[in-house]
């Protein structure tokens, strides 16, 4: 079935555009935080920033029975740690990269004054060592040129210290899909704002909160301190998991999870199992399709800060199906995200006021 872009309200997918095409390296977020509270202060309630850099908007802030709704808006980079006599930058990796997919890359500096473009490569095939040729390449062996001709020149326009990304682009194709970098998270951060405004739409009983949580990427911490101030009952972290249905991914131990098979619902110990079967039930109810995950562990997402913040939190974990994670192309399903903000809306509105989440 072929799915086009008109799946999502024209406001909606302008907002899915801007956050990918906005830069926010761990630690620098706060170009991207400004499009969301932009955004967010069209339907909430309350709008803040915390001192973290966290974005929160609420419906209902009294209620009795908090709920959270946690996408981070952070991406993985780079980050300039020298600059060399002849003008070539090197860098330290912001989040978890394969430096082979960096190699040859058109990449961005965000500095000060704006953003400087750049190449990164390393030493070409054809001088490498018959034993180089046979190494897995290091990010220590790469280097950003920025076609300076001498350190001088390079540091009037780039501070150590400036955030890199890749170049960002946004590009649909057919059937529906879309590619990126940074679909991890612009995808959850969409998901849990739009799913903030199409509840209050239709109604709710509980405080809703939707969370631009920061600094995922480096150790789940805005999800951390976002959670501490909220002191939510119910915490659902929307993130993006591995899409399985391409070559070389073994689905037996990986899961057969596929794009456009609807947003992933996980299971397990990081899993409050009442939140799991209301989110199951709310598919069901909204003829939503949906899939399965399992997983034996605490996730690497903002589900676990969730789960263990102060007393404990009904925690829970809606993934957004990603061909090609922590690279130039990430690729998702627009009906999956779409599918996603009324899955969560719909969870909200089939909350009672007394509801109980305890196992």
């Known amino acids: 079935m072929v799915v086009e872009t008109e799946v999502m309200e024209p ?29 967010l202060s069209g339907f909430s309630d309350e709008v803040t920033t915390d001192l973290h850099g966290n974005v929160i908007g609420c419906v209902q802030p009294d209620a009795p029975l908090r709920v959270m709704l946690a996408g981070h808006c952070d991406q993985i980079g780079l980050i300039v740690t020298q600059i060399d006599a002849e003008g070539f930058l090197y860098t330290q990796t912001i989040g978890g990269w394969d430096p082979q997919q960096l190699i040859g890359q058109r990449m961005t500096i965000w500095t000060q004054t704006g953003p400087v473009p750049a190449v990164l490569s390393r030493k070409p095939i054809h001088l490498l060592t018959e034993e180089e040729r046979k190494q897995v390449v290091k990010t220590k062996d790469l280097w950003l040129d920025m076609g300076a001709t001498n350190k001088e020149e390079a540091s009037k326009q780039v501070r150590i210290g400036d955030g890199v990304t890749v170049e960002l682009g946004y590009q649909e194709m057919p059937n529906g899909l879309a590619n990126a970098p940074g679909m991890d998270d612009a995808t959850g951060l969409w998901v849990v704002v739009e799913a903030l405004r199409r509840a209050k739409q239709t109604g709710f009983q509980c405080a809703l909160f939707a969370v631009s949580t920061v600094q995922e990427e480096i150790g789940l911490r805005g999800a951390r301190t976002s959670a501490f101030g909220i002191d939510p009952h119910v915490g659902i972290a929307v993130d ?23 947003p992933v619902v996980f299971r397990g110990p990081n899993m409050n199992p009442v939140v799991v079967e209301k989110l199951v039930d709310t598919c069901r109810a909204h003829e939503l399709s949906y899939q399965l995950a399992a997983s034996g562990r605490a996730q690497s997402n903002d589900s676990n800060s969730l789960q263990i913040n102060r007393a404990g939190v009904a925690a829970g974990l809606v993934a957004i199906p990603n061909r090609y994670m922590h690279s130039a192309v990430e690729m998702i399903s627009l009906e999956d995200l779409d599918r996603a903000a009324d899955l969560l809306a719909g969870f909200a509105s089939r909350i009672a006021r007394d509801e109980d989440f305890t196992p």
């Open 11 to 39: 406001a909606a997918h302008q907002f899915l555009i801007d956050l990918l095409e906005t830069p926010s390296p761990s630690g620098f977020e706060s170009s991207v935080q400004t499009i969301v509270r932009d955004y």
């Open 240 to 262: 993006v998991t591995h899409a399985t249905d391409c070559p070389t991914i073994d689905k037996n131990q990986n899961g057969d999870i596929r794009l456009g098979g609807g």
